[in-house]
């Protein structure tokens, strides 16, 4: 009996959750893996636009380093994952291609914070997409895409060569498995707390 009531009272204590919704963009060079870690965590059917690259696009997308790819995202890619019950995450894949940056400002209106995705063997490929987060304040983590074949480096090296501040986390990771990009997630999600925190605190100076 006491067990019954106990649950009850547990039961009670617990309402049925309404989640928090976070926007979080996933950043970065063409062909970096966008679309692929937003297809990767995503609960639902991602709403993608892929288009074919045409030989009208030739002159304008720079192709050089990811030969292999024959499809783009032209608006953008969108994803949901949930963290937890009372915590869901939205997805914006940002456009890789400069012609599309009009958009950025768009997206990233009260996005939480963001991913920026990075081939070590084309790094200079996501030094458009730090500066903007930078100047524009939004708390990102650098997510070091390991493709087959790329030399790994150490992700202070990264750091070193992008020139990041200190508290900038950055993670390795393969944008194809689940798990590894969900914890690129969790990164910036912490990462973005801990910076919305810090800004409350009043300065200590
Ligand atoms: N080997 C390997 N290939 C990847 C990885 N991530 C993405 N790709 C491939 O790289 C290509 C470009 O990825 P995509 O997600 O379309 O890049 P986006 O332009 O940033 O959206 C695709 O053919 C992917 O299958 C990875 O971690 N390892
Ligand atoms: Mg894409």
Redesign the pocket.
């Known amino acids: 009996m006491a067990f019954v009531r106990s649950e009850r009272r547990r039961d009670q204590a617990a309402p049925p959750v309404e989640p928090v919704a976070l926007k979080l963009l996933v950043a ?10 937003v ?1 990767a965590v995503s609960e639902i059917r991602p709403l993608r636009t892929e288009e074919s690259l045409s030989e009208l696009g030739r002159p304008v997308d720079d192709l050089a380093g ?1 030969e ?2 024959r ?3 032209v608006a953008m ?1 969108f994803g949901r994952i949930t963290l937890r019950e009372d915590l869901v995450l939205y997805l914006f ?1 940002t456009p ?1 291609q400069d012609r599309f940056w009009f958009l950025w400002d768009e997206l990233a209106q009260g996005a939480l914070g963001a991913v920026v ?1 990075a081939d070590t063997r084309r790094l200079a490929d996501c030094f458009a997409a730090v500066d903007y987060f930078e100047r524009r304040g939004i708390p990102f983590t650098v997510a070091v ?4 074949g790329a030399k790994v480096y150490d992700p202070d090296n990264v750091r070193e060569a992008l020139d990041l501040d200190p508290q900038v986390p950055v993670v390795l ?4 498995k689940r798990e590894s990009a969900k914890d690129v997630l969790i990164t910036v999600v912490e990462h973005a707390a801990k910076v919305a925190a810090d800004r409350r605190r009043p300065a200590a100076d």
């Open positions: 970065g060079g063409f062909g970096v893996g966008k679309t692929t870690l297809g990811v292999q790819k499809t783009t995202t890619d894949g890789g995705l895409n390991c493709f087959e990771c393969d944008a194809r």
